[in-house]
């Protein structure tokens, strides 16, 4: 088993399989969005033809959903996927909030939460897509003030719970609208339904991963996540992979349709930060040497921009310059590169 290989292929990022990102989306099931202008290229690379338009065109039209959703952090989901997946990870997301406002001294009594709730929903009701910056009109009409970190507190319940999601794609401000205009009502899931889709989705485009993997990702409690592997029965099969880097062999998980064939050395990714090649995984050293890890992210969370040669994190780049910009801490980059630039400015034009 080629570990590397198999991560491309099922991630997307070789010889990529669907044609809108929404069929993308959908299949990864939910991806990292920290990162607001350049989760556009997170979905877009992994697409046949990267376009930042057809990227707006779903964003906009609510096929593709920004939300709070697992560890406390942006992802994207699919409409199809949202209301499964919101009732799904809701509980957890919500104790972790309660937990980072705890560690803050930020405390918001249940009588406060629905008065700003529902100033904030109105106000999202009145203009159709919103920025922070009008919650805080809207607040200081009626008189309420508060600092930014307690008014980003009231938002994220807000989203939470399923009340408001992303708003319209700007180009560097995050916008919010209420997720009643936005997506579909969807019929209730049984949690063990909604439980192995999320687990389903995860291994079939992140695989192979282990049970930390998913563990990590996901957000949820062990119990859960060992539950979502044992729904999906004969689907999942287990692996051991030996390396001499590791210190001991792992046991991933495949799928039975595991994508295998395809693999083909020479390419490069320009891959950008919080991307799900990396944050996917609580162990990243099967693509990661352990004496770059500083390059890639740092121990706070914070993700930068890297470069991929054949699977391996070898370098990084600058996403926002006009021309090529690159430094790379293990092998030299030839003209591969600069054709996967090419393509990276490609779409931002499209």
Not at 47 to 64: E, N
Not at 150 to 155: D, E, V
Not at 181 to 209: G, I, N
């Amino acid at each position: 088993m080629n570990p590397i290989a198999i991560r491309l292929l099922n991630q997307q990022l070789i010889c990529p399989q669907f044609d809108t990102p929404v069929e993308l989306v959908d299949y990864m099931g939910a991806m990292q969005a920290q990162e607001y202008r350049l989760m556009r290229w997170a979905v877009a690379m992994r697409t046949k033809k990267p376009s930042a338009k057809a990227f707006k065109k779903a964003f906009d039209s609510g096929q593709i959903i920004r939300l709070h959703l697992m560890r406390g952090t942006w992802q994207l989901v699919s409409s199809e996927n949202y209301w499964p997946f919101v009732e799904l990870c809701a509980p957890k997301a919500m104790a972790v909030t309660r937990g980072w406002m705890h560690s803050n001294k930020i405390s918001i009594p249940d009588e406060e939460v629905g008065h700003i709730r529902d100033i904030l929903l109105q106000t999202a009701a009145d203009k159709g897509s919103v920025t922070k910056e009008d919650f805080v009109e809207a607040l200081a009409e009626k008189d309420i003030h508060m600092d930014d970190h307690r008014l980003s507190y009231h938002i994220r319940m807000a989203e939470i719970f399923g009340h408001l999601c992303s708003g319209e794609l700007l180009p560097m401000k995050a916008t919010y609208a209420l997720t009643a205009d936005k997506v579909k009502a969807h019929p209730k899931m049984d949690r063990d339904e909604a439980l192995m889709l999320f687990t389903r989705k995860y291994f079939q485009s992140r695989q192979p991963a282990t049970l930390e993997d998913f563990v990590w990702w996901s957000g949820l409690n062990v119990s859960d996540c060992r539950r979502g592997i044992e729904l999906l029965g004969n689907y999942l099969h287990v692996e051991t992979f030996h390396e001499t880097s590791l210190q001991s062999p792992r046991e991933f998980y495949i799928t039975d349709d595991c994508r295998t064939r395809g693999f083909r050395k020479g390419k490069y990714l320009l891959i950008p930060p919080y991307d799900e090649y990396l944050i996917s995984y609580k162990s990243r050293d099967i693509v990661l040497s352990p004496d770059y890890k500083h390059k890639a992210h740092n121990n706070s969370g914070i993700f930068q921009p890297v470069i991929a040669h054949d699977g391996v994190i070898c370098g990084n780049w600058m996403p926002f310059r006009e021309n090529l910009k690159v430094e790379f801490f293990m092998g030299e980059h030839d003209e591969g590169l600069c054709k996967e630039w090419s393509v990276y400015k490609r779409f931002k034009n499209q």
